[in-house]
């Protein structure tokens, strides 16, 4: 396949993260070319349908377009996955750089994993990127080329704030930034108010309303936390005698125990 083209972020992997990035994408008029790859043929169909993209199903052909690769397979697949592309012949992989979705997987494990001399970033998105409003953080191998790392930047920021952080922090950051602690939130909120007799679309919209505005009340405003669940609040009132028995009944201790179980997982990831 000598003369192919090698200027594709190619996807491998297309499944839930990359769905929703590449409709983020979409959304922001991103004119790069894609390439996804994916074992399934149903889905790479599915993909080309709903997203405009370019599909491969032979991972050489894949590799080979491109300039930017993105690894987006479960973390349990990627060291074959890896595997893989480094027995391909190294005159058909163009690209020096490649960035890893993969939860909890370190760069020295995805350096390791792939007999190239290639430079690792991980990134951490959310399926929110599909609106635009997503928040990813990032963080570089060390000798991550300056040029590269404004494009990856770039790229995120089409879906949302990126934020560099060290990779140290990258585990903490991933169970503590999931869209699905919002939805857990608000079934949460919105299932203990149909017990008290609310039906389930009042309750959904109260609860939605109360999590939602008053978050993004605070984003929006330069009021401090602390002053707003103050005024929220009326001391010896309704909201301050819930937000007491929750608390007394292990509210926070549940998140932290929630997160430490999530940062187990996450390590177990890296020992694959
Ligand atoms: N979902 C999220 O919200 C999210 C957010 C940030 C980061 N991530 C990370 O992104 C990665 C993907 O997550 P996901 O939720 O998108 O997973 P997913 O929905 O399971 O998608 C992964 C896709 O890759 C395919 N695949 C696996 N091994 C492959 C291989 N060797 N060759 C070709 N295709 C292969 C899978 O096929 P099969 O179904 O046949 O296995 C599946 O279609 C994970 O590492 C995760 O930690 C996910």
Redesign the pocket.
């Known amino acids: 396949m000598k003369g192919a083209r090698s200027d594709a972020i190619v996807f ?9 990035l590449l409709a983020g994408l979409h959304r922001a008029g991103y004119e790069q070319p894609i390439v996804v ?4 043929a149903d ?1 790479l169909r599915q993909l080309r349908r709903q997203h405009d993209v370019q599909v491969e199903a032979d ?1 050489h052909r894949a590799v080979e377009q491109a300039h930017l690769l993105i ?5 349990d ?2 060291r ?2 890896l595997q ?1 592309i480094g027995q391909l012949d190294p005159g058909q992989t163009h690209t020096t750089w490649a960035i ?6 370190p760069l020295k494990n995805l350096r390791a994993w792939m007999d190239r001399p290639l430079r690792w970033a991980r990134a ?4 929110v990127a599909r609106s635009g409003r997503g928040l990813t953080a990032i963080t570089f191998d060390r000798h991550f080329p300056a040029a590269a790392r404004r494009e990856i930047r770039d790229f995120f920021t089409r879906v949302g704030i990126v934020l560099e952080i060290p990779e140290s922090k990258f585990d903490a950051f ?1 169970v503590t930034y ?2 699905s602690h919002g939805y857990h939130a608000l079934a949460a909120l919105a299932g203990a108010a149909e017990k008290l007799g609310l039906d389930r679309k009042t309750a959904l919209t109260a609860a939605a309303h109360a999590l939602a505005d008053g978050i993004l009340g605070w984003r929006e405003s330069n009021i401090s936390l602390d002053a707003l669940l103050h005024e929220a609040a009326t001391p010896g009132g309704i909201s301050a005698t819930t937000l007491a028995t929750m608390d007394q009944s292990g509210y926070e201790r549940v998140i932290q125990q929630g997160l430490r179980a999530g940062m187990g997982r996450a390590k177990r990831n890296a020992k694959r």
């Open positions: 491998l992997g297309g499944g839930r993260i990359t769905g929703a790859h994916d074992r399934n889905k991972l690894i987006a397979v479960r973390p697949s990627v074959e996955l893989k890893s979705l993969a939860a909890g997987i951490m998105p959310s399926p991933t999931s869209s």
